[in-house]
């Protein structure tokens, strides 16, 4: 399972409201991406301390959003509208290096079987930092756009 987010524009959305369908063309478009890889979960985990549960702010940044589409493997994409890419980023934006070392502990991720169970002390530095700081990048660039986000797992 892996995790792709693209960024929209408001024109993007209307077409995609008007025919949800468009949703697997508009995630075949190589601008505008974010690939997580198999870091998501563990990215999710240490943004919200629950595997599957999100909460307003950075814990709609990687499973939020509104149900969109058919399903593409793992359910449907999921569509998150400009105003919420703004709170995601901006509380983006206060999470530091630092306090997620703190939150990060293996054996958690492991009994909460945060995929892709097989996390050691070594995964933090070298796996979920770098893809956070692409995904705190990533919704920066969408907010200061005013623009929406699609978020897919496949």
């Known amino acids: 399972m892996i995790f792709e987010g693209r960024r929209l524009t408001s024109e993007q959305v209307a077409d ?14 190589e601008d505008d991406v974010l690939d997580l890889d198999k870091a998501w979960h563990g990215i999710h985990f240490l943004l919200t301390g629950s ?13 939020g959003g509104d149900p969109i589409g058919d399903d593409l ?4 994409a999921r569509l998150l509208p400009a105003d919420r890419v703004q709170l ?13 070392r703190a939150r990060f502990d293996p054996a958690a991720l ?14 933090l530095a070298s796996y979920l930092l ?9 919704y920066a660039a969408a907010a200061e756009e005013t623009q929406a986000v699609l978020l897919v797992i496949t």
């Not at 549960?53 to 940044?61: C, F, L, R």
Request: proline share 7%.
């Open 73 to 76: 493997g793992y359910g449907p």
């Open 130 to 138: 770098p893809n956070f700081l692409s995904l705190q990048a990533f």
């Open 51 to 63: 595997a599957w549960e999100t909460s307003p702010g950075a814990g709609e940044a990687v499973l």
């Open 88 to 100: 995601v980023a901006a509380a983006l934006g206060e999470v530091t290096a630092d306090s997620l």
């Open 16 to 29: 995609l409201a008007a025919d949800p369908s468009l949703t697997a063309g508009l995630l075949d478009r």
């Open 110 to 123: 492991l009994a909460e079987a945060i995929y892709p169970q097989v996390w050691d002390d070594e995964d």
